[in-house]
């Protein structure tokens, strides 16, 4: 079995409804753009994440786990922590 390795970054990713702040992991050495302009990708796969209405900012979850499709994505963009 090989093991990939894969770096994390913090991301905001925005949907029509909801800001999520979450741990991305991506491919080691790996930008995020490249990770996001892979065409064989429809889902993401965030963890510890926090999910908040736009409308009000309401804190909706925070599951350890998410996946999010990427045709509901608006924006997505790294978080300095």
């Given at each position: 079995?090989t093991i990939t390795k894969?770096?994390?970054?913090?991301?905001?990713?925005?949907?029509?409804?909801?800001?999520?702040?979450?741990?991305?992991?991506?491919?080691?050495?790996?930008?995020?753009?490249?990770?996001?302009?892979?065409?064989?990708?429809?889902?993401?796969?965030?963890?510890?994440?926090?999910?908040?209405?736009?409308?009000?900012?309401?804190?909706?979850?925070?599951?350890?786990?998410?996946?999010?499709?990427?045709?509901?994505?608006?924006?997505?963009?790294?978080?300095?922590?």
């Open positions: 079995m894969k770096d994390t970054i913090r991301v905001m990713i925005i949907t029509k409804d909801h800001r999520i702040e979450g741990d991305m992991h991506i491919l080691e050495g790996a930008r995020l753009s490249d990770s996001l302009n892979a065409k064989n990708k429809d889902f993401y796969a965030v963890t510890d994440a926090s999910i908040h209405r736009v409308e009000d900012d309401r804190l909706v979850a925070t599951p350890p786990f998410i996946v999010i499709a990427r045709d509901g994505i608006t924006a997505i963009f790294p978080v300095e922590e």
